[in-house]
């Protein structure tokens, strides 16, 4: 159980168009989703707190009109990348905690995205 | 705000060797403790976690690490390493709650046959 899965897994877009990832929870539902972006290289950093039927909780620093979040339903929240430029190429994460859950519930991750943008 | 610290950027061990990856953490309580490991392209899997309990927690493919609160540390070990070790390892806190993590910057960790 506990299976989260993003797609696409790979996408590579042009410069100045939008991408859209999903999350998905395929067996248990999830008010609350975490978005995770990972630089070549370096560590995940957490961009976003996606909650369903509310808006998105952002991180210091990340732009959220760039970076565009909707949690329309208990099993998907996606992200759109707006207006793509080549320092946005990164590997995007996200993770889903179910939704009957307490402090002690850990999120479950999905497999990640790399967007490429050339 | 808390920290996760992760002091080996890289590590090279022989295979069946003993492996040591250390962890560090800033935080005014116990936080969740995870460590993940990534291999190159992939996403992440969980190797083991604590939240209370036994100080000594067990983990998959041998991995195991230990919380000592005095030293704000939970470093993982593996008595013998095997070449598919090698990958990517982090560690990760979560304060206050388990699911939304602060990672530290990750340890590389490379097997010599």
């Known amino acids: 159980g506990a299976v989260v899965s993003q797609h696409p897994s790979w996408v590579i877009c042009k410069s100045g168009t939008s991408v859209k990832i999903e999350c998905r929870s395929l067996?248990?539902?999830?008010?609350?989703m975490f978005w995770y972006r990972q630089f070549p290289k370096q560590s995940l950093m957490l961009m976003a707190t996606s909650n369903e039927g509310s808006k998105a909780t952002y991180e210091q620093g990340v732009e959220k009109d760039k970076f565009l979040i909707n949690h329309a339903s208990l099993t998907l929240s996606t992200l759109t990348v707006t207006s793509a430029h080549p320092e946005d190429s990164s590997f995007y994460i996200c993770?889903?905690?179910?939704?009957?859950?307490?402090?002690?519930?850990?999120?479950?991750f999905g497999q990640g995205t790399r967007l490429t943008v050339v | 705000a808390q920290s996760v610290t992760q002091p080996d950027i890289h590590i090279t061990v022989s295979e069946g060797a003993s492996l040591e990856l250390r962890c560090n953490y800033s935080y005014g309580a116990t936080p969740y403790l995870f460590w993940y490991v990534q291999s190159p392209g992939q996403g992440l899997q969980l190797l083991l976690k604590y939240f209370s309990g036994d100080t000594l927690v067990q983990g998959i493919k041998g991995f195991e690490a230990e919380f000592k609160r005095s030293q704000s540390s939970f470093n993982l070990r593996k008595p013998s390493v095997h070449w598919s070790d090698a990958a990517e390892y982090f560690c990760?806190?979560?304060?206050?709650?388990?699911?939304?993590?602060?990672f530290g910057t990750g340890t590389r960790l490379q097997v010599t046959l």
């Open positions: 067996d248990f539902q999830a008010t609350t």
């Open positions: 990760a806190v979560g304060t206050g709650t388990a699911s939304k993590l602060t």
């Open positions: 993770s889903a905690r179910e939704r009957r859950s307490t402090m002690n519930t850990e999120a479950f």
